[in-house]
């Protein structure tokens, strides 16, 4: 049995020891040691004075309310695991409980207190029952995390464990307080006070770093992005919203790139976006259309457009980073020559490598503004009686070096790149202009049929562009049909299924496109708002001769009109096709045998002949 002496003894050099952890800790927060090294001697030293409770401080993430482990060595592994993502709350257990109410919470039975009551089987397999947690406060009063005492036995805390933990907490916050402080001055000498993307400085390191550590086969994009016409945003709008669109811009570009490529803000209006790994230069060239389409969407009013230049470093020996980001920007320059709100790659060597796909990748964004995009119109018609119901409006893309593209490559090719949006959108306005102007001119209304793809679908505001635009063109919603493919359907979500809604609450018919061809189901036709069916033309080939095409189309009627729709023939080439379909009731019908898309002005022709 131990006399007075040497219990005085004991205590004393436990509490030396306490103490010698305490000027450690500062010593650590003083040289700006890890975060974790203090708070790791926090809870060593804790557990060496007591060693019946096992010590655990953990960080409270201001954003999402959540719990993660900073220290605490002597708990099983796997529940401090358990613990890490944890939201806080008045019930979830005592550190939940602590962070939640900014008070120190005591659980002397965790069997007992229904805070524990959810994850009691984890607490049995750690051997814990008591858990008494005091949460880690900044000067003002923000909870920082908790610091945690447990123990393998029920029981309440002793005067001294909670000055333990009083003491314990307020050095932990002077810890966290001061990593706080670190982190945010290395982000301050690293990052842009306007956009909080990466400097000039870092920026122009990092794509060092990465040109010295490229492998001889790993291609690496540096991509340099300028917004255009931003002096007259200046002159116009002030600084201080000028300064508000560059942020937007800058959030933008970050959302827009892949995972691993790293966005910085040069200066001024100019962007640096490092893509290391590309495999080619295609794959360079569909991150710069990205950026474009993330750019141009509209800011509130302002639509904001960008030039942008590519350097694609491939093959053995690489420039060092000045010179390569000056080559992104010598083709930045090359793109506001060439016309803005484009991409262009750095030399013709360079241009040469991009192949056909790429130039249209670069280029179809502005295709439509230049005046290489135009549309034809291919009429429909009613299968009895053979008058003309109305026309599709059907895109074509003349471009100046590659000659006349088929819509079956660039309108694949839109889809990837996003472009299709805003391509869509000058489709719809176009179209309803022209055969708005066209009844007004002959006094022949026709109804006008538009493809939608399943990106514009996806848009929350696409119904309120289309509502705009038949009111900017005065083309009556009566008469506008939207035509979707089945793919759209496949990717379906709850917002697309509200802008289906609320086109049909406005008035618009929808019609489902190539019916057959995907993953075609009944459920549809009961489930989304659609007024028609149009069955591909790969079925109408084989009529009347192939009896497996004539069954299909016969059970498609059949399903449209259990449902109450209407269905249209596309791609209707032969007399014998034509009399078929009128045989197993098919309600419309279109193809070259009864009318080729062509151009506005043949169209008016066709109906100046038909009124006379």
Known sequence: MSNPAQTAERELARTKDLLASHARMHELIARAAPLEDVLTELVTGIERYDGSVMPCAVLLDPESNTLHPGAGPSLPPEYVAAIDGVVIGPDVGSCGAAAWSGRMTITEDMEEDPKWAPILPLTRTANLRHCWSNPIKAPDGEVLGTLALYGPEPRSPQPEHLVLLEDGARVAGIAIERHRAMQRLVHDATHDALT??????????????????????????????????????NDTLGHDRTDELIGAVGAR???????????????????????????????AAEIGARLLDAISNPLEDVTVTASIGIAVVSGPGAPDAREAIR??????YDAKRSGRDRVCFFGEAANARTGRRVTMTTQIRGAAARGEMHLVFQPLFEIDGGDLLGVEALLRWSHPELGDVSPGEFIPLAEETGAIVPLGAWVLRESCETIAALAAETGRSLEL??????????EPGFAGVVRKTLADTGFPVSDLILEITETAFLSADAATDRTLHDLKALGVRIVLDDFGTGYSSLSWLKRHPLDAIKVDRSFVSGLPEERGDSAIVKAVIGMARAFGRTVTAEGVETESQLQALRDLGCDHAQGFLLGRPVPVGALRDGLRREAA
């Open 449 to 458: 049929s538009v493809n939608v793809s399943a990106k514009q679908l996806a």
């Open 327 to 332: 080559q992104a920007d010598s083709a930045m």
């Open 253 to 283: 570009l970050a959302a827009a790139v892949r995972e691993d490529d790293v966005v910085g803000r040069f200066g001024g209006d100019e962007f640096i976006v490092l893509a290391r790994g590309v495999k080619d230069a295609e794959e």
């Open 196 to 233: 909080g993307l990466l400097n000039r400085r870092t920026i122009f390191q990092l794509v060092e770093s990465a040109l010295e550590e490229r492998a001889a086969d790993s291609d690496l994009a540096v991509i340099f992005v300028d917004l255009d016409g931003l002096k007259q945003l």
